[in-house]
Antibody, heavy 122, light 107 residues
Framework: QVQLVESGGGVVQPGGSLRLSCAASGFIFGDFGMHWVRQAPGKGLEWVAG????????WYADSAKGRFTISRDNVKNTLYLQMNSLRADDTAVYYC???????????????WGQGALVTVSS | DIQMTQSPMSVSASVGDSVTITCRAS??????LAWFQQKPGKAPKSLIYAASGLHSGVPWKFSGSGSGTEFTLTIKSLRPEDSAIYYCQQYDSYPWTFGQGTKVEVK
């Protein structure tokens, strides 16, 4: 079965950096687009970034542009989110999610990891 | 960016009732609309894709409809375990955007 397991969360000071990982198993990782979605405490869901199956195309929310970098290693079956210049409002649970395969250009999310908590605080 | 607006923000219903949640998009998104269920402390669960398609394993009590800018999620025969926050999300164009969520309480 599809498994997505995030790691790398923790407490970091404002201005600091953190790299999240999402280990994928149970499917051919290199065939699927992948995304990061976050949820601040008590708030709704916010899409952060997405990456095509081959890794050549990437998209970012305005809140992530210039500070976050999404990447993937299709040999290690792992998705990454490098987060720099972190701010207090980046505090959230970060979920990785798989984009389904479908006939249209963009496709829906179908599987989610359990999430990794990132706390930005001095 | 495409704005997604859900209504109501919360709804309370009794066991056996049905509820309908509405999601409106600020621009035409065709049928590129998904619905998710999230229970406290848990990851979201994918329910509906392409406005009306049911993900594998999702009970038939969940149904979606709509296209363009107006969409609905209906949950029939409510049970206490259906209590959750439900989110709509457009994947027509980047940046992908979510509605603010609708809290469903089943008494």
């Amino acid at each position: 079965q599809v498994q997505l397991v995030e790691s790398g969360g923790g407490v970091v000071q404002p201005g600091g950096s953190l790299r999240l990982s999402c280990a994928a198993s149970g499917f051919i990782f290199g065939d699927f687009g992948m995304h990061w979605v976050r949820q601040a405490p008590g708030k709704g869901l916010e899409w952060v970034a997405g990456i095509w199956s081959g890794g050549t195309s990437k998209w970012y929310a305005d809140s992530a542009k210039g500070r976050f970098t999404i990447s993937r290693d299709n040999v290690k079956n792992t998705l990454y989110l490098q987060m720099n210049s972190l701010r207090a409002d980046d505090t959230a649970v970060y979920y990785c999610a798989r984009e389904d395969v479908c006939p249209t250009v963009t496709c829906p999310l179908d599987n989610w990891g359990q999430g990794a908590l990132v706390t930005v605080s001095s | 960016d495409i704005q997604m607006t859900q209504s109501p923000m919360s709804v309370s219903a009794s066991v056996g009732d049905s509820v309908t949640i509405t999601c409106r998009a600020s621009h035409d998104i065709g049928k590129s609309l998904a619905w998710f269920q999230q229970k406290p402390g848990k990851a979201p669960k994918s329910l509906i894709y392409a406005a009306s398609g049911l993900h594998s394993g999702v009970p038939w009590k969940f149904s979606g409809s709509g296209s363009g800018t107006e969409f609905t999620l209906t949950i029939k025969s409510l049970r206490p375990e259906d209590s959750a926050i439900y989110y709509c999300q457009q994947y027509d164009s980047y940046p992908w955007t979510f509605g603010q969520g609708t809290k469903v309480e089943v008494k």
